[in-house]
C-alpha cells in the first residue's frame, strides 16, 4: 500500500466522508489500480474482508475484472476514446448490481481526449447517487483541466524510501536526523527568512545532491511518523511523535507535508537545480496552510 492515504478512504465511505470524484495521482500507476482494487473489495467484501479474500462472490468477481458494477477504462491504443466513455454511462444508468455503487476506474486519465472528457463531464457535474468515480495519473498536470477542477485530488506514492525506517532512528544517520530536525523546526516554528536556512542550514553541511535526497527521504518519514500518529495508527516512534513541534498539526496539514516531500523526492531525481528546488520547497511549505 502507498503511505496510508489510500487506506482511508474506506473509512471516509462507511463515514459518509467520501467524495464522489477522487483524481489520484502516483508514481505508479499499476500498483495503484490494484490498491484501489483491494479498496473497493473491502468497502464491499460480502463477508469479513481480509486480505485476499476469497471468500465471497463479490472480491472473486473483482480477481476476474468482472464485477458489473466496477468498470475499469484504459487507453484504448493511446488514448481513451469518447465511445469508452459512453459505453461507461450506459452500463451505469441502470442500479448497481452485487454491490450498492457503481464504481469506474479510469487508468491513465491523461489519455483521454478533449470529447471524451467532454463526455465525462455531465458525469461530474451531476454527481448521482451511487457512483464513485477515481482517475489515475502519473502526472497531474496533463489532465484535461476541466476533469481535474472536477475531482478531488489525492497522491499515492510507491517506493520512495530507499531508507529503512528503523535506520532513520538510530546512530548511522543521527547527524542527517540532526539536520533534518533543526532544518524543520526552523522552517515550520520561526519560519522567518526561511529561504535563507536552506543556505545556512542545509547548504553549509550538506551539499552533495545525494545527501540532499537523503535528507528529505527522513524528512518525509518524520512527517509519515506524526501523521501516522494523527491518524492513531500504530506508529514505531510515538514518543518521538508526541513530543514535538509537529504535533499540533492535524491530518491534513500533514497529509499536505507528506505530499509535499514526495513530490520533492520525485523532483530531485530529475536533473533540476539543487537550490531552485529547495527554495521551491521552502516556499510551498509556507503557503501549505493556506
Ligand atoms: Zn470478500
Redesign the pocket.
Known amino acids: 500500500m502507498a503511505l496510508n492515504v489510500l487506506d482511508r478512504l474506506v473509512d471516509y465511505y462507511h463515514e459518509n466522508k467520501i467524495s464522489h470524484v477522487y483524481l489520484v495521482e502516483t508514481n505508479n500507476v499499476e500498483l495503484c489500480l490494484e490498491d484501489l482494487k483491494k479498496i473497493v473489495?473491502q468497502i464491499f467484501?460480502?463477508?469479513k474482508?481480509q486480505e485476499n479474500?476469497t471468500?465471497?462472490n463479490?472480491?472473486?468477481l473483482i480477481d476476474q475484472n468482472y464485477l458489473p458494477s466496477l468498470a475499469i477504462i484504459e487507453p484504448d491504443g493511446s488514448t481513451i476514446k469518447k465511445e469508452q466513455i459512453l459505453e461507461l454511462k450506459r452500463n451505469f444508468s441502470t442500479v448497481p448490481i452485487y454491490t450498492k455503487d457503481n464504481i469506474y476506474i479510469i487508468k491513465n486519465a491523461e489519455a483521454m481526449t478533449q470529447s471524451s472528457a467532454n463526455t465525462m463531464l455531465k458525469f461530474l457535474e451531476e454527481p448521482e447517487e451511487h457512483i464513485m468515480g477515481f482517475f489515475i495519473t502519473s502526472n497531474l498536470n496533463n489532465v484535461i483541466p476541466t476533469i481535474r477542477s472536477r475531482c478531488e485530488v489525492i497522491k499515492a506514492m510507491y517506493d520512495v524510501h530507499e531508507l529503512n525506517i528503523d535506520s532513520v532512528f538510530d546512530d548511522s544517520n543521527s547527524e542527517f536526523l540532526n539536520i533534518a530536525m533543526t532544518y524543520l523546526e526552523k522552517l515550520e516554528v520561526e519560519k522567518k527568512d526561511s529561504i535563507m536556512y536552506n543556505r545556512s542550514i542545509l547548504l553549509g553541511k550538506i551539499s552533495a545532491r545525494e545527501d540532499i535526497k537523503k535528507l528529505f527521504q527522513i524528512i518525509l518519514i518524520i512527517y509519515e511518523e506524526f501523521l501516522k500518529n494523527s491518524l492513531n495508527l500504530p506508529s514505531k516512534y510515538q514518543k518521538f511523535a508526541k513530543n514535538n513541534f509537529l504535533s499540533s498539526y492535524n491530518r491534513k496539514a500533514l497529509l499536505k507535508r507528506v505530499n509535499l516531500v514526495a513530490q520533492f523526492l520525485e523532483d530531485i531525481s530529475s536533473n533540476v537545480n539543487l537550490e531552485l528546488l529547495l527554495d521551491k520547497f521552502v516556499i510551498d511549505l509556507g503557503d501549505v496552510d493556506e
Do not use: R
Request: proline residues 0%; aromatic residues 10%.
Open positions: 473489495k467484501c460480502a463477508s474482508y479474500c471468500e465471497c463479490i472480491c472473486n
